[in-house]
């Protein structure tokens, strides 16, 4: 099993850019699909972006061209580069784990955007 830990969330003006961070531990994390997924007030999580394994890399259509998922798997990293911040984009966002047979969450780091 994965255990994660995010960092790097705050508070950001619009258009401005976060780069968050999951530093993952446990053996599996180097065959384990990470992604990030987003919690907005009163709302259902949402997934943001995943990478596989290999490094095939989906968005979701609202951050597509504005957010860069990326894994360092020598350093058991996952990182979430986000530009051109909106306040739609305010949330707590998760990092996730699935290893074909589990999936772990991490605590959540909050992102806020003002306008």
């Known amino acids: 099993q994965v255990q994660l830990v995010e960092s790097g969330g705050g508070l950001v003006q619009a258009g401005g850019s976060l780069r968050l961070s999951c530093a993952a531990s446990?053996?599996?994390?180097?065959?384990?699909?990470m992604s990030w997924h987003r919690q907005a007030p009163g709302q259902q999580r949402d997934f943001v972006a995943s990478i596989t394994a290999a490094g095939s890399k989906t968005y979701d259509a609202s951050v597509k061209g504005r957010f860069t998922i990326s894994r360092d798997n020598d350093k058991k990293l996952v990182s979430l580069q986000m530009n051109n911040l909106n306040p739609e984009d305010t949330g707590v966002y998760y990092c996730n784990a699935y290893d074909g047979a589990r999936r772990s969450w991490g605590q959540g780091t909050q992102v806020t955007v003002s306008s």
């Open positions: 446990g053996s599996t994390f180097r065959t384990s699909i």
